[in-house]
């Protein structure tokens, strides 16, 4: 989405539609009424959103739709009212909302605003790459945190980064100790100082 802060009157009234819509299905989430936020959700075409020229607002409000898409995915496969195969879309959504998280930054930076992505925005940067990982994709996860670090280089993403960096930590430490402890064990068992 291309963030803009002007739009005409006919575009504003749609854009405050849209908006509304987003809104309204952030709410039926919050209240636990996951399958209807989804439905207000596929009322709205957030894929032509995407490609239009948005206020920072609605720009913000459609990545947020995208992450309370994904949980409410999420949340009715573990309860065994969704499609279990659906976990590639469930992180396309978190994915999508991580890529308009990250140009809401890279807008941000190059203004003279002071603010930070949503939590529920750094939730779906981390549970993209953790699901991922989980469905045995650990190479793509890894791929997709290293993309998110580089490119999430910019004033008021530090805590974003922190928590990034110390979950691709934990991942390569549990990857190489799972890997290396066959490898380790023998060679202390052999050294006469032990």
Do not use: W
């Not at 209240?31 to 959700?41: A, H, P």
């Amino acid at each position: 989405a291309v963030v803009s802060t002007q739009s005409t009157g006919n575009d504003r009234e749609t854009q405050y539609y849209k908006e509304a819509m987003l809104l309204q299905a952030k709410t039926a989430y919050i209240q636990g009424r996951f399958q209807e936020c989804l439905d207000i959700l596929h009322k709205v075409d957030m894929e032509s959103m995407r490609k239009e020229v948005l206020t920072f607002n609605v720009s913000r409000a459609l990545a947020d739709a995208y992450v309370y898409k994904g949980m409410a995915m999420e949340y009715l496969q573990i309860v065994g009212s969704g499609d279990n195969s659906n976990i590639a879309q469930v992180v396309e959504c978190y994915e999508t909302a991580g890529d308009l998280g990250l140009e809401l930054l890279n807008s941000i930076s190059k203004s003279t605003l002071n603010l930070t992505l949503s939590g529920v925005l750094e939730i779906a940067l981390l549970r993209s790459v953790l699901l991922q990982m989980s469905h045995g994709m650990m190479d793509k996860g890894i791929a997709r945190l290293r993309k998110i670090l580089q490119t999430s280089d910019v004033p008021g993403s530090d805590t974003l980064r922190v928590s990034l960096s110390l979950t691709l930590g934990q991942v390569l430490l549990q990857g190489t100790a799972d890997n290396s402890c066959a490898l380790v064990a023998p060679v202390l068992c052999v050294d006469p100082l032990l």
